[in-house]
């Protein structure tokens, strides 16, 4: 049912949600301040018809750690937080699944597809596009293959996963919006600096 309700020619439009995982938001070995709140504020979204309605397709992207090496700070280490993180998000743990608030609502997603898509199983990997499908399937295929031409991402964190998906979607000559009332970042002076000029340099616009 791609199109939805909706009759949109040739152009088709996904939302990308970035990251949205426990270890991301309070309480997980990787926490973003207001991780929770933007897990909530997309939960409801997708309970909004209206919002739901402007998307022919829902992608999830989640950070899926099997052994991602230098990625995760050597044992006895400081993490540095720019090349190297504490232990996060290991795949088929409890820390690596989607906030539950939300994981429930894109479950109950049936008007358009959903695309759940894995990065970063054996190295680090920032840019959704980066990542595949449980069918082995890369993020741009699957856009391709439903005829998205626009997308919309959302998520954690503004500097970090969502910048380099949102670049990543621009690069693919996809027109690139990052949302910013759905995005929370780890370095306030970065997510300031991107949504003031950074996003737009790169052809993202931000709204
Ligand atoms: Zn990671």
């Not at 949600?17 to 426990?22: A, C, G, K, N």
């Not at 910048?163 to 027109?175: F, I, M, P, S």
Request: proline share 2%; glycine share 10%; aromatic share 8%.
């Amino acid at each position: 049912m791609v199109g939805g309700h909706y009759n949109r020619g040739v152009t088709g439009k996904a939302l990308i949600i970035v990251d949205v995982q426990y270890d991301f938001c309070e309480g997980g070995s990787l926490a973003v301040a207001g991780g929770t709140d933007v897990a909530d504020r997309l939960a409801a979204a997708l309970c909004d018809e209206d919002f739901l309605g402007h998307y022919d397709l829902l992608v999830t992207t989640q950070d899926w750690h099997i052994d991602p090496g230098e990625h995760f700070a050597a044992e006895g280490e400081e993490p540095d937080f720019r090349v190297s993180w504490p232990v996060h998000c290991v795949a088929e743990s409890s820390g690596a699944r989607i906030i539950a608030a939300l994981d429930d609502e894109v479950a109950r997603v049936h008007a358009i597809p959903v695309v759940r898509v894995f990065k970063g199983h054996y190295s680090a990997a920032y840019s959704g596009f980066e990542g595949v499908t449980d069918d082995e399937e890369r993020l741009l295929d699957s856009l391709r293959a439903h005829g998205i031409t626009d997308v919309d991402i959302v998520g954690i964190a503004t500097d970090y996963c969502v910048k380099q998906t949102a670049v990543h979607a621009a690069e693919a000559g996809l027109r690139t919006t990052v949302l910013k009332d759905f995005c929370v970042g780890i370095d306030a002076d970065a997510v300031a600096s991107l949504n003031a000029h950074g996003f737009a340099d790169a052809g993202i616009a931000v709204r």
